[in-house]
């Protein structure tokens, strides 16, 4: 199974600056790794600068770095400042997003996300080895770029990968892949197309983890969580892909029309199961194991709120990481 065992930074409901803290406690009670999303929250490098300055025993990781809200050469720079703040700690994960976080929200156009995702991947191989980049990519093309402060030692690069095409890509490119929304159960569907990448390579995988013994809540808030992504377009191919059409078209054609509490309700209870990690904190370690059993390298657990973190507040918190660690 996995030696790497890793929580999405930063954590709900604690500020930055007291997140010191927290990464003592995830290094004592056995985590090996923090790893940042940007989306709509904090940006992916804040907090794993914070991480690398105050908790030398952690390695870092973005999952993801969008490639189309930065430029490449901006991108590099970006990683190659914190590769320089923490050597041989970080893993750069980077992905296509989606077009409401790259388009609605940060003005970029959404176009050819394979595309663009290859040639940012080749564009940082090259940049951050310290090559002068002048290149027309397909996608875009830059003009006698090289960073002033190369990285003595490069970050691992991870491909963010749902479909086979994007699957093979990491595997004869990146050094690893990030996957994400997918059971247990999912992962041998994935990594059955990378079987071409080469020793070494990371597989790391976002989960979603729900710790309460309130099954009900716990549905509900996956139920909200599931319409929110599985009507992104990509995702939605992916699970059709996984062969979830049947048990998805309801919630699908409900939201299509409008009706979201139509779509809410046509979630069933095993979906939910499925893809969201609840439980007590002991039956939701025990399920992200299923994970690493499965051929994730690094599961990287995303906590969500809960009643029970609410009332309890920083002993609550405490108490839950010594119990998911390792």
């Not at 409401?100 to 996300?113: C, K, L, R, S, Y």
């Not at 691992?156 to 247990?184: F, T």
Request: hydrophobic content about 50%.
């Amino acid at each position: 199974m996995s030696m790497r065992w890793g929580m999405t930074v930063p954590l709900n409901g604690v500020p930055l600056a007291e997140h010191a803290a927290v990464y003592r406690g995830l290094a004592d009670a056995g985590f090996t790794d923090v790893w940042s999303s940007e989306v709509n929250g904090t940006d992916a490098f804040t907090p794993l600068t914070l991480a690398a300055a105050w908790e030398s025993r952690l390695k870092l990781g973005t999952a993801i770095t969008p490639v189309f809200t930065r430029g490449p050469g901006l991108l590099a720079m970006t990683a190659a400042a914190l590769a320089e703040t923490a050597p041989g700690r970080f893993q750069f994960g980077i992905g296509a997003s989606s077009p409401v976080v790259v388009g609605d929200w940060n003005a970029v156009d959404f176009t050819e996300p394979f595309a663009r995702s290859r040639d940012v991947l080749r564009f940082l191989r090259s940049a951050l080895a310290g090559e002068t980049i002048d290149e027309q990519y397909p996608s875009f093309t830059v003009r006698r770029f090289r960073l002033e402060r190369p990285p003595a030692v490069p970050p691992q690069l991870l491909l963010a990968a749902l479909r086979p095409q994007m699957l093979r890509l990491a595997a004869a490119e990146a050094d690893g892949v990030i996957l994400n929304w997918l059971s247990a159960t999912d992962v041998a569907t994935a990594l059955a197309e990378t079987k071409e990448a080469g020793p070494g390579f990371e597989v790391a995988a976002r989960i979603f983890v729900i710790p309460t013994e309130d099954a009900a809540y716990a549905r509900a808030v996956g139920r909200r969580m599931i319409t929110s992504y599985l009507t992104v377009p990509a995702y939605a191919a992916f699970h059709r892909w996984l062969g979830r059409s049947e048990i998805l078209d309801p919630m699908w054609q409900a939201w299509k029309s409008g009706d979201r509490k139509g779509a809410l309700a046509a979630i069933p209870d095993s979906l939910v199961d499925e893809l969201i990690v609840h439980g007590t904190p002991a039956e939701c370690r025990t399920r992200v194991e299923a994970y690493a059993r499965a051929g994730v390298t690094v599961p990287v657990m995303a906590l969500m709120p809960t009643p029970e973190l609410e009332r309890g507040g920083a002993a609550a918190l405490g108490e839950l990481i010594n119990v998911l660690g390792r």
